[in-house]
């Protein structure tokens, strides 16, 4: 995102002081409104940033969820295979749903 503002001030005044005035206020202007844009700039790449991270993230665990019906075949009817494909499901499925509530923001109260 390219953030470009230009401003433009003529002034037509027979004091040169207060020109001199006026354009030292609008340098020290243009100077926050730089300060501004890169702020802005650096919280969009930190935004950019924390979005890949949880892209991520995402994208792990559907694929965990996506391999679960090769893990099942893959068990196939072993009562001790079974039982630790189950186990291990739901301490993943937990460990999830913990990492889900603990980064979810409460919903605002009215």
């Known amino acids: 995102m390219d953030i470009n503002a230009n401003i433009n001030v003529y002034i037509h005044d027979r004091h040169s ?25 650096a919280a969009i790449d ?9 892209d991520t993230v995402i994208d792990s665990a559907i694929t965990l ?5 090769a893990l099942i075949a893959a068990a196939g009817v072993d009562p001790a295979k079974l039982a630790a494909l189950q186990a291990d499901i ?20 009215a």
Do not use: H, Y
């Open 65 to 69: 969820i996506q391999g679960i019906p």
């Open 46 to 54: 930190d935004l950019q940033a924390a979005v890949t991270a949880e």
């Open 90 to 109: 739901t301490g993943k499925s937990q460990a999830l749903a913990a990492a889900v509530a603990a980064n979810t923001p409460a919903a605002p109260t």
């Open 17 to 41: 002081e207060a020109r001199c005035e006026v354009m030292r206020r609008l340098e020290a202007l243009d100077a926050k409104i730089d300060l501004v844009q890169e702020t802005i700039m």
